[in-house]
C-alpha cells in the first residue's frame, strides 16, 4: 500500500474539544488525499459508572460501545464528513495504537489536555501515544 493509500487515524475522547481535533484530523487527511478513520477507545472502567450491579458485563460492554459509537457518528455528521467512524473496546494507549497499526495509518491525529502538573509527571494519553504509535503522530493543542 502506498502513502496515498494509507489512511489517517483520528483518535477523539469525549471532551469539548474532540470537535476539534476531529476538524483538524480532516483538514490533515484532506490535504494528504488520505481517507480518515476517527476512533474512540473506550474502557469499561472509565467509561461505565451508572447501574453496573443492575446489567451483565456483556450488557454494559455494549452500551458503552453504543454511546462511544453515537457519540462518533453525531460528531462526524455535524462535521459533514464519510469518514469511517470505529468505537473500539480498549484502553486508550494501547487501543489507539493497535487500530492505526491495523490500519497501517501514515498520520495518527491526537489531541492534547491542557493538565496540571501531576498529569504531566505521569504522562498524557496524548504523550503516551506519540511514545507507542506505529506512525507519525500530530498532536492538536488545545484552542485558548
Known amino acids: 500500500m502506498n502513502a496515498l493509500e494509507r489512511p489517517v487515524v483520528i483518535a477523539l475522547d469525549g471532551s469539548p474539544r474532540?470537535?476539534?481535533v476531529l476538524e483538524r484530523g480532516l483538514e490533515l487527511a484532506k490535504a494528504l488525499g488520505a481517507k480518515a478513520h476517527v476512533?474512540?477507545?473506550?474502557s469499561i472502567e472509565g467509561e461505565a459508572h451508572e447501574s453496573l450491579a443492575e446489567k451483565t458485563p456483556a450488557q454494559v460492554r455494549d452500551d458503552v460501545l453504543s454511546d462511544?459509537?453515537?457519540?462518533l457518528?453525531?460528531?462526524?455528521y455535524h462535521a459533514h464528513t464519510d469518514a469511517e467512524p470505529h468505537a473500539i473496546l480498549a484502553a486508550p494507549v494501547s487501543g489507539i495504537c493497535e487500530f492505526a497499526r491495523k490500519a497501517d495509518a501514515q498520520l495518527l491525529v491526537v489531541g492534547s489536555h491542557g493538565y496540571g502538573a501531576l498529569e504531566r509527571l505521569l504522562g498524557t494519553t496524548a504523550a503516551r501515544v506519540v511514545e507507542n504509535a506505529p506512525c507519525d503522530v500530530y498532536v492538536v493543542r488545545?484552542?485558548?
Open 39 to 42: 476512533v474512540r477507545a473506550v
Open 18 to 20: 474532540a470537535a476539534g
Open 142 to 144: 488545545a484552542r485558548a
Open 73 to 76: 457518528r453525531v460528531l462526524l
Open 68 to 71: 462511544a459509537a453515537r457519540d
